[in-house]
């Protein structure tokens, strides 16, 4: 489905339908995002590194702010989901590693 512009749509059913079309694209783009958190947490071992990697949390951080920034999106509000979403998937690569250190320091650096 094509998304149409916000300016194109003149009544609620047919902006309801563009929401939940982006959040379908939103949520398979996070599925595959998530696949490649999967893969690091099967490479990380072998490499000797932690799930969590506190420059490259900040990194990845900062990336997004600066993409929010220049796409009109709020980057704090882009910083504080992407410190809650990176909290979740070292969660997930710590489970999938099998390690329970740094379980207290989930919070990402922002």
């Known amino acids: 489905m094509t998304l149409k512009s916000p300016n194109d749509i003149h009544n609620m059913n047919d902006l309801r339908i563009q929401i939940d079309a982006l959040d379908r694209e939103i949520i398979t783009a996070l599925a595959k ?3 490649y958190i999967d893969r690091a947490a099967q490479i990380k071992p072998a490499a000797g590194l932690p799930a969590r990697i506190e420059a490259r949390v900040d990194e990845v951080i900062n990336n997004v702010a600066q993409v929010a920034q220049k796409t009109g999106f709020d980057p704090e509000l882009a910083r504080r989901m992407w410190a809650m979403m990176i909290d979740e998937m070292i969660a997930r690569e710590e ?10 320091d989930r919070k990402a650096s922002t």
């Open 33 to 35: 995002r998530q696949s």
């Open 95 to 104: 489970k999938a590693m099998g390690s329970t250190a740094a379980e207290p």
